[in-house]
């Protein structure tokens, strides 16, 4: 394995995470809904507790959280460009809810990738390297699978709603607890049922 590059995927997946709070922090003001509002919060919350994930990990293979990489400048640009979506569509509400929800499907599709990966190399390493990263990776993996899917439904259906189209809230992905892309699928094709 490359080890510069596994060492740029774990930076990366620290600012990820780190731009995730930010993110959060934004997303749960402009929520409407008070069970998105209630979702976001408690995503928020494992966010922070990813970053300290990472930290740690970080840790154990001897790395400044600190250090600079061009890949890192790249997701914390992304992440404040987001973020500055987010303020610049807080009139509205409606648009607002909806910006939002855009702005955490970007980031958690990143973030879901990193640590997607993350679980693909730690079973090329060894001793306390190997050990660290899939103890994290199975703490945070499902959580990541939420983010993302549960939060691609929400994106959906506030869309629909908005369009004053027939929506499910909460979203098929939240009621059925999907935690995979085939679940996810599987979600939107049930929708119809379920209005
Ligand atoms: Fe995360
Ligand atoms: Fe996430």
Redesign the pocket.
Known sequence: MERAQLEELLYQSLE??RG?VRIYEKAVMSAQNDDLKKEWSEYLE??RN?ERIMLRVLGVFRLSPETETPGRQIIRAKGQALVDSMDASKADPVAAQLVAAECVVEAESK?HMN?ELIGEVAGKLTGDERKTLQDAHSE?EE??DE?LYHTMGWARELWLESLGLPAVLPPPEEKKHTKSAIGAERAKQDRKQML
């Open positions: 990820t995470e995730g494992q966010t990813h973030d640590w945070v959580q990541e983010h």
